[in-house]
């Protein structure tokens, strides 16, 4: 059975860190399962699957789509989806449209928004329908133009005041869980310590209740340069194109098959 919400947040209860990967095909879907806690359709498929510089071009058919694949192969995770770009920024009727279309089309448990304090009614609306929201907070992806690119967030005293206090109203608001994303590990930590929900981090240290990384990054099948967070445990990128090359040369020199 999969993980639920609730089974998320008693691991912080517990003091256990949460493990959390992303996923947009079965098969990647099918090794991560058993090991994570967590798995997400990030809308960073725009990125890794779709090969664009941004996350915005992603649409809510994508998502859909990558989530009901990953869907069929997780079996005790829990499963969460991202919302795309302008799926529930218009409006909170747009959002509840939207996240409930996600959610019955995938079967995930929970979606994932990038918030403002322009979301806490959406996060308040959708809660009470009984979607479960993952708040992301921090460096936000869909917010690329706004900043001028991928830049980490909360480097002085009003942006971490602004995280802060957003992800305490995110708390009140009915988020279930908390991404933090690209800010100091101080803020992360301060954050952590005065929620009663989970934080998952990715890009903010090592004191958040769980820890996430998009798993093409730490196999190292994506293209360098990657953040600077990002740890690669393989270098599939090279193993694939030795194994090719391999198969090249037996195809060439008539050894295969
Ligand atoms: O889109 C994504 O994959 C994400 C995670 C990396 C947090 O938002």
């Known amino acids: 059975m999969r993980k639920t919400i609730t089974d998320l947040q008693s691991m912080k209860q517990k003091k256990e860190l949460i493990v959390a990967l992303t996923s947009y095909d079965f098969q990647i879907a099918t090794i991560i399962d058993s090991v994570c806690d967590f798995v997400l359709v990030g809308d960073s498929l725009g990125n890794v699957f779709q090969g664009n510089e941004t996350t915005l071009n992603v649409s809510i058919e994508n998502m859909i ?10 079996k005790e995770s829990h499963l969460c989806i991202d919302m795309p770009f302008m799926s529930y920024q218009s409006s909170t009727e747009d ?26 009614n959406t996060i308040n ?7 479960p929201v993952v708040a992301h907070v921090g460096l936000c992806p869909q917010s690329f133009n706004m900043y001028g690119g991928y830049k980490k967030q909360g480097k002085n005293k009003s942006e971490q005041e602004y995280i802060y206090t957003l992800s305490k109203e995110a708390e009140i608001n009915g988020a279930s869980i908390l991404v933090i994303e690209g800010v100091p590990e101080n803020l992360a930590n301060k954050i952590t310590k005065s929620l009663k929900i989970p934080t998952i981090g990715i890009g903010a240290g090592k004191k958040c209740d769980g820890q996430i990384l998009v798993t093409e990054d730490l196999l190292g099948l994506t293209p360098s340069p990657h953040p600077s967070f990002v740890k ?26």
């Open 65 to 74: 789509y990558h989530g009901s694949i990953v869907s069929r192969a997780v």
């Open 232 to 257: 690669n445990y393989s270098n599939l990128r090279t193993t694939i194109k030795k194994s090719i090359n391999s198969y090249k040369n037996e195809v060439k020199k008539n050894k295969f098959p």
């Open 125 to 131: 609306k959708l809660s009470n329908a009984g979607i």
């Open 95 to 120: 959002a509840l449209r939207n996240a409930g279309r996600i959610i019955k089309a995938t079967g995930a448990e929970s979606v994932k928004l990038e918030i403002s304090f322009d979301s806490l």
